[in-house]
């Protein structure tokens, strides 16, 4: 399996900061890794795809990049509808796996 | 529009075999290219991909859940399936049904969500 690792696990931040999140993967996933914001009781939520790309209605404070092995999520500036925990994904192999996610939490 | 629902019991016993349901609305689980896949939450954990199925029926699972694992499709009803065999507390989980439009592509679509409970 290809093994994700997410940095922070969990980071506090305030309303306005800029936030990154760091995956990186244990082999080679060339761009195909894609981000997750997932609230209490809700389904995942799809943000970034293919390691930088704005899903349709996301909000453009998102953004994503990298190639290879290393990738960021950043916020740009941090709503408070933002506070959520953030999962990477990977399917460049058949054994899909996710990051084991940071929380993000108010400071 | 795609929707998702998940359905089947929301309390299993140890070592039995968790059944669970995924209706799909506003598409076709025939429509070519499209996997259609479960994935589960454990209390306190993170997002666990368990397999998913292909429309051509094709199937491909998580390597530490294959020996329990079996997804199937009814194409008739619209639905797949997960079964989930010889289950402990572990398997304790939210199981979301989701979609992917291509082999890399995202889960670009989920279910709601539905909590199983695995204790006697």
């Known amino acids: 399996d290809i093994q994700m690792t997410q940095s922070p696990s969990s980071l506090s931040a305030s309303v306005g900061d800029r936030v990154t999140i760091t995956c990186r993967a244990s082999q080679s996933i060339s761009t195909y890794l894609h981000w997750y914001q997932h609230k209490p009781g809700k389904a995942p939520k799809l943000l970034i795809y293919?390691?930088?790309s704005l899903q349709n209605g996301v909000p453009s404070r998102f953004s994503g990049s990298g190639s290879g092995t290393d990738f960021t999520l950043t916020i740009s500036s941090l709503q408070p509808e933002d506070f959520a925990t953030y999962y990477c994904q990977q399917n460049y192999d058949t054994s899909i796996t996710f990051g084991q996610g940071t929380r993000l939490e108010i400071k | 529009q795609l929707q998702l629902q998940e359905s089947g019991p929301g309390l299993v016993k140890p070592s039995e075999t968790l059944s669970l349901t995924c209706t799909v609305s506003g598409g076709s689980i025939s429509s070519s290219s499209y996997y259609w896949d479960w994935i589960r939450q454990s209390p306190g954990k993170g997002l666990q991909w368990i397999g998913n199925?292909?429309?051509?029926?094709?199937?491909y699972y998580n390597p530490s859940l294959r020996s329990r694992v079996t997804i199937f499709k009814d194409t008739s009803k619209n639905q797949f399936s997960l079964k989930l065999s010889s289950v402990t507390a572990a398997d304790t989980a939210v199981y979301y049904c989701?979609?992917?439009?291509?082999?890399?592509?995202?889960?670009?679509?989920w279910g709601q969500g539905t909590l199983v409970t695995v204790s006697s």
């Open positions: 199925i292909y429309y051509t029926g094709t199937t």
């Open positions: 989701a979609r992917q439009e291509y082999r890399n592509s995202p889960f670009d679509s």
């Open positions: 293919a390691a930088s």
